[in-house]
């Protein structure tokens, strides 16, 4: 059972993993260099229990304690209780959740690892809905996705419509920075990723793993997406690059094949997130 215990100075250095949350730049350093990622909101928070993370502790306002009290009564991590105005000053930004946890982060896998781990995984579950399939080998690849809240809206894409797992270029934004989980709605716990060392060289490693890359551009020269054989679709890594610029002229020649989202009324491209839930609704298997 975890300790419960009152906290009334915001300095207090057991409070040390929630100070500065609205910092970015010092979040994007201090967190992955320390292992823990926060969760926000008692949705989130159960998610990544159940994702198999280990938690650290929590930062409780009084209201929440009842409410979290299952997760406070299994879990041995000290839970500190403040009031409102104590966690905005640890925090930098008003807690309306209530409910903060530390969690400590897990080892990734290199991709090579986890696209056996997909494959593995890529078989329908038994007793599935029988109006959506999820069986094939669909990965993504996400170049330069700097924005947290995109990133998380495309994980959530990811989780909804079946791709197996994400592979991240090295400038990508951290999926567990606290924004991205939030938009996630935790999503990104229930999808596996991983980071490549090298870009666009990692992309080697999903070619060798027998993936079709189809790279996502709005290019007139791209073949539109309804277009596309759909067995190009079974063992496909489905690649979207960053929000401004696209996919880099590398990665587009790293590509076998490029597609595009068809698009009218003068509009020549989607928002990456938006593009995301498309394709990856487009490419998912059929029912015969």
Same mark, same amino acid.
Request: hydrophobic letters at 45%; charged letters at 25%; aromatic letters at 6%.
């Given at each position: 059972?975890?300790?419960?215990?009152?906290?009334?100075?915001?300095?207090?250095? @057991?409070?040390?993993?929630?100070?500065?949350?609205?910092?970015?730049?010092?979040?994007?350093?201090?967190?992955?260099?320390?292992?823990?990622?926060?969760?926000?909101?008692?949705?989130?928070?159960?998610?990544?229990?159940?994702?198999?993370?280990?938690?650290?502790?929590?930062?409780?306002?009084?209201?929440?304690?009842?409410?979290?009290?299952?997760?406070?009564?299994?879990?041995?991590?000290?839970?500190?209780?403040?009031?409102?105005?104590?966690?905005?000053?640890?925090?930098?930004?008003?807690?309306?959740?209530?409910?903060?946890?530390?969690?400590?982060?897990?080892?990734?896998?290199?991709?090579?690892?986890?696209?056996?781990?997909?494959?593995?995984?890529?078989?329908?579950?038994?007793?599935?809905?029988?109006?959506?399939?999820?069986?094939?080998?669909?990965?993504?690849?996400?170049?330069?996705?700097?924005?947290?809240?995109?990133?998380?809206?495309?994980? @959530?894409?990811?989780?909804?419509?079946?791709?197996?797992?994400?592979?991240?270029?090295?400038?990508?934004?951290?999926?567990?920075?606290?924004?991205?989980?939030?938009?996630?709605?935790?999503?990104?716990?229930?999808?596996?990723?991983?980071?490549?060392?090298?870009?666009?060289?990692?992309?080697?490693?999903?070619?060798?793993?027998?993936?079709?890359?189809?790279?996502?551009?709005?290019?007139?020269?791209?073949?539109?997406?309804?277009?596309?054989?759909?067995?190009?679709?079974?063992?496909?890594?489905?690649?979207?690059?960053?929000?401004?610029?696209?996919?880099?002229?590398?990665?587009?020649?790293?590509?076998?094949?490029?597609?595009?989202?068809?698009?009218?009324?003068?509009?020549?491209?989607?928002?990456?997130?938006?593009?995301?839930?498309?394709?990856?609704?487009?490419?998912?298997?059929?029912?015969?």
């Amino acid at each position: 059972m975890a300790d419960l215990i009152t906290v009334e100075d915001p300095d207090d250095p @057991r409070l040390r993993d929630y100070t500065g949350l609205t910092d970015v730049e010092l979040r994007r350093k201090r967190e992955p260099a320390e292992g823990l990622f926060i969760a926000e909101g008692e949705k989130v928070i159960r998610r990544a229990r159940d994702a198999g993370y280990e938690m650290r502790s929590m930062l409780l306002s009084a209201k929440w304690v009842d409410v979290m009290r299952d997760v406070i009564d299994e879990l041995p991590a000290p839970v500190y209780a403040v009031s409102p105005e104590l966690a905005e000053r640890v925090t930098g930004y008003h807690v309306h959740r209530g409910a903060l946890a530390s969690m400590q982060r897990k080892p990734l896998p290199d991709a090579a690892e986890l696209l056996q781990a997909a494959r593995r995984t890529a078989a329908p579950e038994p007793a599935g809905d029988p109006a959506r399939d999820d069986a094939g080998q669909r990965v993504a690849i996400f170049e330069g996705f700097v924005d947290h809240a995109n990133l998380g809206a495309a994980f @959530r894409s990811a989780a909804a419509l079946g791709i197996k797992a994400i592979l991240l270029s090295p400038d990508c934004a951290d999926p567990l920075y606290r924004r991205a989980i939030k938009v996630s709605m935790g999503a990104v716990f229930s999808v596996p990723y991983a980071r490549f060392d090298a870009w666009p060289a990692g992309l080697d490693v999903v070619r060798d793993a027998g993936y079709d890359i189809l790279a996502m551009t709005p290019d007139e020269k791209a073949t539109p997406l309804d277009e596309l054989n759909p067995a190009r679709f079974e063992k496909s890594a489905i690649m979207l690059g960053s929000e401004g610029h696209g996919l880099s002229t590398y990665a587009l020649r790293a590509a076998d094949e490029w597609v595009r989202i068809p698009m009218s009324a003068g509009i020549d491209s989607l928002n990456v997130a938006a593009a995301s839930a498309v394709a990856f609704y487009a490419t998912r298997p059929r029912l015969a």
